[in-house]
């Protein structure tokens, strides 16, 4: 209060994969469902009154994240990446206490080599941390803004070099790690409180006015508090509720049925670091199906499920088990020569010994007992032939992982080799050319989804999307189906046509998907 001391007190939270600085839209039970809706929501009924962009949060494209950014109510702060959602994001925010005290605050996402595609959000360009810091801060201290607190998502290394400035910023409120961080450096407290909201940190700043010199932080208290055995807020309870409902809808819908006669049958997904398997073939299929590509490729450590399908089966939630990471595919045109040598190169090694970057394969592409690739699609490989290739794009790259020291994640050396040798023929990159409007394959998707996804498609997606797309060859022809005879399918016309194939209604989650996988221009009408 006015002439005395004041406490503003700060709660944050961040990476939040279950169930906020960054990372909260993606990755989540929920998000490859509702793109982020219940998060959001949730943050909504919990009164968050700001959060930043993390990197997490491009795994979302574009309009669906533009969304999730209008929906929020608080203030969603972008203080490093200008032409993204300039009109539904804001620089900085400045709150004033009762007391007075004006407060500024910063949303800074990182700039740090690998953490995004060419090094930008989807395309839009990430500021330098450091000088966009200094350089708001010494706007709003213009503006007499009492103190300045930076929410961030970055690296703890690089939050100590955000520290070290001395910007004169009291607190950074940090993500991006998932551990508990607490250190002081200099006179800034870096805080970070792990993630899914099992701890939250919690910033006492107490402050004196003081006429001559303004407002000053006299004492600050910084601590974690663990939440998990805290009672259970009803009206939270009920909405959390509502949301997860459609999890346990899901645990019996099989998006993926295959027969004893079936040539991915008996489906299994054991062993995808040793050898091949039927899960990781139907994953290849749908993925290129679904591209249009040629040949199809996966590398067995991001197939995690590790288990039999004795009824030949596989439901929602077993399948998100099965992808759980964000595995981004593209198509690339490639020799079949390095087709050869990475399938080749990534099954070497001691039968018995796991490796991350064993390559799964469709059943189009003949891989003899040496794991030579000789053919595909009965057509036998030549070194100079060339064919259109999906899979993950991570694959291109030869990403290390810390935890991994001794050895390359997924580094199969033809492939890294080769992309570094044809920059230009990697998906996005200047000159490339649209192979699907070149070879004809594939459905149509439109133009923006294609940019606003950055030209890559995630693998779980892809599997729904084949999966709604058997559904709709085996509906009957469109007469039948246009009960009205409108002339248009709506929703409740393919729901009632579904439930009939199916012998039970379907999800919510299925028929978005099947409405996605036809909705060329996006008015939820075939």
């Given at each position: 209060?006015?002439g005395?001391?004041?406490?503003?007190?700060?709660?944050?939270?961040?990476?939040?994969y279950?169930?906020?600085?960054?990372?909260?839209?993606?990755?989540?039970?929920?998000?490859?469902l509702?793109?982020?809706?219940?998060?959001?929501d949730?943050?909504?009924?919990?009164?968050?009154?700001?959060?930043?962009?993390?990197?997490?949060?491009?795994?979302?494209?574009?309009?669906?994240l533009?969304?999730?950014?209008?929906?929020?109510?608080?203030?969603?702060?972008?203080?490093?990446?200008?032409?993204?959602?300039?009109?539904?994001?804001?620089?900085?925010?400045?709150?004033?206490?009762?007391g007075?005290?004006?407060?500024?605050?910063?949303?800074?996402?990182?700039?740090?080599?690998g953490?995004?595609?060419?090094?930008?959000?989807?395309?839009?360009?990430?500021?330098?941390?450091?000088?966009?810091?200094?350089?708001?801060?010494?706007?709003?201290?213009?503006?007499?803004?009492?103190?300045?607190?930076?929410?961030?998502?970055?690296?703890?290394?690089?939050?100590?070099?955000?520290?070290?400035?001395e910007?004169?910023?009291?607190?950074?409120?940090?993500?991006?790690?998932?551990?508990?961080?607490?250190?002081d450096?200099?006179?800034?407290?870096?805080?970070?409180?792990?993630?899914n909201?099992?701890?939250?940190?919690?910033?006492?700043?107490?402050?004196?006015k003081d006429?001559?010199?303004?407002?000053?932080?006299?004492?600050?208290?910084?601590?974690?508090?663990?939440?998990?055995?805290?009672?259970?807020?009803?009206?939270?309870?009920?909405?959390?509720?509502?949301?997860?409902?459609?999890?346990?809808?899901?645990?019996?819908?099989s998006v993926?049925?295959?027969?004893?006669?079936?040539?991915?049958s008996p489906l299994s997904?054991?062993?995808?670091?040793?050898?091949?398997?039927?899960v990781?073939?139907l994953?290849?299929?749908?993925?290129?199906?679904?591209?249009?590509?040629?040949?199809?490729?996966?590398?067995?450590a991001?197939?995690?499920?590790?288990r039999?399908?004795?009824?030949?089966?596989?439901?929602?939630m077993?399948?998100?088990?099965?992808?759980?990471?964000?595995?981004?595919m593209?198509?690339?045109?490639?020799?079949?020569?390095?087709i050869?040598?990475?399938?080749?190169?990534?099954r070497e090694g001691?039968?018995?010994?796991?490796?991350?970057?064993?390559?799964?394969?469709?059943p189009?592409?003949?891989?003899?007992?040496?794991?030579?690739?000789?053919?595909v699609?009965?057509?036998?490989?030549?070194?100079?032939?060339?064919?259109?290739?999906?899979?993950?794009?991570?694959?291109?790259?030869g990403?290390?992982?810390?935890?991994?020291?001794?050895?390359?994640?997924c580094d199969?050396?033809?492939?890294?080799?080769?992309?570094?040798?044809?920059?230009?023929?990697?998906?996005?990159?200047?000159?490339?050319?649209d192979?699907?409007?070149?070879?004809?394959?594939?459905?149509?998707?439109?133009?923006?989804?294609?940019?606003?996804?950055n030209?890559?498609?995630?693998?779980?997606?892809?599997?729904?999307?084949h999966?709604?797309?058997?559904?709709?060859?085996?509906?009957?022809?469109?007469?039948d189906?246009?009960?009205?005879?409108?002339?248009?399918?709506?929703?409740?016309?393919?729901?009632?046509?579904?439930?009939?194939?199916?012998g039970?209604?379907?999800?919510?989650?299925?028929?978005?998907?099947?409405?996605?996988?036809?909705?060329?221009?996006?008015?939820?009408?075939?």
């Open positions: 209060m006015k005395g001391r004041e406490l503003i007190r700060i709660v944050s939270f961040n990476d939040v279950e169930v906020l600085n960054g990372d909260f839209v993606s990755p989540n039970a929920l998000s490859p509702d793109k982020g809706r219940a998060m959001v949730c943050l909504n009924h919990l009164g968050v009154t700001h959060v930043c962009f993390g990197n997490h949060e491009a795994d979302l494209n574009l309009k669906e533009s969304k999730r950014v209008g929906e929020f109510r608080g203030v969603w702060l972008n203080s490093n990446m200008p032409s993204l959602f300039p009109d539904l994001t804001k620089r900085f925010d400045v709150v004033t206490t009762a007075g005290v004006k407060l500024g605050l910063l949303g800074l996402v990182l700039q740090e080599p953490a995004f595609r060419d090094s930008t959000f989807k395309g839009h360009t990430i500021e330098e941390i450091l000088p966009c810091a200094r350089k708001i801060a010494e706007e709003l201290r213009k503006e007499k803004v009492d103190l300045v607190v930076p929410l961030t998502h970055q690296s703890l290394s690089s939050d100590v070099k955000l520290a070290s400035e910007f004169g910023f009291p607190v950074i409120l940090g993500g991006h790690e998932h551990e508990v961080i607490v250190r450096v200099n006179e800034c407290t870096i805080v970070k409180a792990g993630c909201c099992e701890n939250v940190a919690i910033c006492d700043l107490w402050i004196e006429e001559s010199q303004g407002q000053v932080v006299i004492y600050k208290d910084t601590r974690i508090q663990d939440i998990t055995n805290m009672e259970h807020d009803k009206e939270m309870a009920d909405v959390l509720d509502k949301h997860l409902h459609v999890l346990s809808v899901l645990q019996n819908e993926c049925v295959v027969g004893r006669d079936s040539i991915f997904s054991k062993g995808t670091r040793l050898m091949q398997t039927t990781g073939s994953i290849c299929e749908a993925c290129r199906v679904e591209l249009g590509a040629d040949c199809a490729m996966i590398n067995g991001t197939i995690g499920g590790s039999d399908y004795p009824s030949g089966k596989i439901t929602y077993e399948l998100q088990a099965e992808l759980p990471f964000p595995t981004k593209v198509v690339v045109e490639m020799p079949g020569k390095v050869k040598e990475a399938v080749k190169f990534s001691p039968v018995h010994m796991e490796k991350r970057g064993f390559l799964q394969c469709d189009s592409m003949t891989i003899d007992d040496e794991n030579n690739l000789t053919h699609h009965g057509k036998r490989v030549r070194d100079e032939d060339t064919f259109n290739v999906a899979l993950p794009r991570n694959l291109l790259a990403k290390r992982r810390k935890r991994h020291k001794d050895r390359s994640f199969i050396k033809p492939l890294v080799a080769w992309a570094k040798e044809n920059p230009l023929l990697l998906p996005g990159s200047e000159g490339e050319e192979w699907r409007e070149q070879k004809g394959k594939g459905r149509k998707r439109r133009k923006e989804e294609k940019e606003d996804e030209v890559f498609s995630l693998a779980f997606k892809l599997v729904l999307e999966k709604a797309s058997e559904i709709w060859l085996g509906l009957g022809n469109f007469e189906l246009d009960a009205d005879g409108s002339g248009y399918l709506d929703r409740e016309e393919i729901t009632m046509a579904v439930t009939r194939k199916l039970k209604e379907p999800s919510e989650q299925l028929i978005d998907s099947m409405l996605e996988a036809i909705d060329i221009d996006g008015n939820g009408k075939k």
